[in-house]
């Protein structure tokens, strides 16, 4: 219900403003798949570390069509967090400004449904930066591949409840592992497991 009513708002604010078009419905035959790096598992306090985007057209990952950025070292990298997305200081040297990330990448995304896997984390902490920058969230629909796998396992397994872990499930999917500890890995994984899971009939509802 708040993300409706902050898109309903949202759309109305910037209607005629440089990002209007983002709250238009999308009409192609494209989706946007996510990956992003972080400092930490909670969405609320973690910090962006890299984020990396691939576009998808029918059964093809566009891989010469993504986005893959690495960001200036943010306060809290640490060990801890280091051992979570392989990206030590020296590698974020030439890290780019999270103002310019952004905008790069809602350039690339427009309107187009997004992908994701464990979509709601992703967005809570895009739209924690979108949000003080730009004055909106992310008004895309999304398909959250965690999510579409675990109803199928309900569905065949209705005892399980444990949940989906990424590489797990990659594997049984059939689908490889692509350059697990980096955004545009994830990205690229995340997008083949989707297309796995649409040619098997599972259903891809959208995030409203």
């Not at 999304?142 to 409840?161: K, M, N, S, T, W």
């Not at 990659?170 to 990205?187: D, F, K, Q, T, W």
């Not at 083949?192 to 899971?197: A, D």
Request: charged share 25%; proline share 5%; aromatic share 6%.
């Amino acid at each position: 219900m708040l993300r409706t009513w902050r898109r309903v708002t949202d759309r109305r604010r910037h209607a005629h403003g440089r990002y209007g078009w983002l709250f238009q419905p999308y009409t192609g035959d494209e989706l946007v798949a996510l990956g992003c790096q972080t400092t930490g598992a909670n969405a609320r306090t973690a910090e962006l570390v890299a984020i990396a985007a691939v576009r998808l057209r029918g059964e093809r990952v566009l891989t010469s069509e993504s986005l893959d950025l690495r960001l200036q070292r943010p306060a809290s990298l640490d060990g801890g967090s280091i051992c979570l997305h392989g990206l030590r200081g020296i590698d974020l040297d030439d890290g780019q400004g999270i103002d310019e990330a952004l905008a790069q990448l809602l350039e690339f995304v427009g309107n187009r449904p997004l992908v994701g896997w464990r979509l709601d984390f992703e967005l809570v902490l895009l739209n924690r930066y979108l949000r003080p920058r730009f004055g909106f969230d992310l008004p895309n629909a999304g398909i959250d591949v965690a999510q579409v796998y675990q109803r199928r396992q309900r569905y065949h397994h209705p005892q399980l409840d444990t949940p989906p872990r990424f590489g797990q499930v990659a594997e049984r999917l059939g689908v490889p592992l692509m350059g697990r500890h980096s955004a545009l890995g994830v990205a690229v994984t995340t997008a083949l497991m989707h297309l796995q899971l649409s040619r098997e009939g599972q259903p891809s509802r959208q995030l409203p």
